[in-house]
T-cell receptor, first 113, second 114 residues
Framework: KAGVTQTPRYLIKTRGQQVTLSCSPI?????VSWYQQTPGQGLQFLFE???????NKGNFPGRFSGRQFSNSRSEMNVSTLELGDSALYLC????????????FGPGTRLTVT | AQTVTQSQPEMSVQEAETVTLSCTYD???????LFWYKQPPSRQMILVIR??????QNATENRFSVNFQKAAKSFSLKISDSQLGDTAMYFC???????????FGQGTTLQVKP
């Protein structure tokens, strides 16, 4: 099976812009989770989607949003970008509940200037 | 709230030797999962090993094994016969059956020296 794919791999945006990141889970996996990884804060949970519904949400402002499509592909959107949003954004897929085991994609490196 | 603590920011080991990475966690749940993930310089997070809290037997995957002490809330990773390719950051993670999400520790950077 193909692994989790994320596009784009690298992105440079300007403060105030918005960005959309995409994630395609492993075939047959219905749960997709998103994480933000920074040197200072480590890995922080953003949200989890299962069967097109947001099942869990982390402690991030409303500028961070996501959705999941019927084919389990997921997108996350960050509006009004801030310098502090510069991070590696990781997507992970799981067959069912995220807590059981997750398989990660290569990540999208977002730089906000 | 659950927390995961990795008290060793950096460790090093000689090739072919054994190294143990420490992890402690805090939770009031009785049913949960614990994981070790490896993140090499390429940044791809790789699942190393998984432990179900209800299982008393420690998980093993080839050269990787865990020492799961449920009462002490400790979950250490032992890497035997270390290889240069084991050089990476290692994350301990807690999976909550209640919330369905993973909580990660801050990571331990492991360097395997030739």
């Amino acid at each position: 099976k193909a692994g989790v794919t994320q596009t784009p791999r690298y992105l440079i945006k300007t403060r105030g812009q918005q960005v959309t990141l995409s994630c395609s889970p492993i075939s047959g996996h219905r749960s997709v989770s998103w994480y933000q990884q920074t040197p200072g804060q480590g890995l922080q949970f953003l949200f989890e989607y299962f069967s097109e519904t947001q099942r869990n949400k982390g402690n991030f402002p409303g500028r961070f949003s996501g959705r999941q499509f019927s084919n389990s592909r997921s997108e996350m959107n960050v509006s009004t970008l801030e310098l502090g949003d510069s991070a590696l954004y990781l997507c992970a897929s799981s067959p069912d509940r995220a807590a059981y085991e997750q398989y990660f994609g290569p990540g999208t490196r977002l730089t906000v200037t | 709230a659950q927390t995961v603590t990795q008290s060793q920011p950096e460790m090093s080991v000689q090739e072919a030797e054994t190294v143990t990475l420490s992890c402690t966690y805090d939770t009031s749940e009785s049913n949960y999962y614990l994981f070790w993930y490896k993140q090499p310089p390429s940044r791809q997070m790789i699942l190393v090993i998984r432990q179900e809290a209800y299982k008393q037997q420690n998980a093993t995957e080839n050269r990787f094994s865990v020492n799961f002490q449920k009462a002490a809330k400790s979950f250490s990773l032992k890497i035997s016969d270390s290889q240069l390719g084991d050089t990476a950051m290692y994350f301990c993670a807690f999976g909550s059956s209640n919330t369905g999400k993973l909580i990660f520790g801050q990571g331990t950077t492991l360097q395997v020296k030739p």
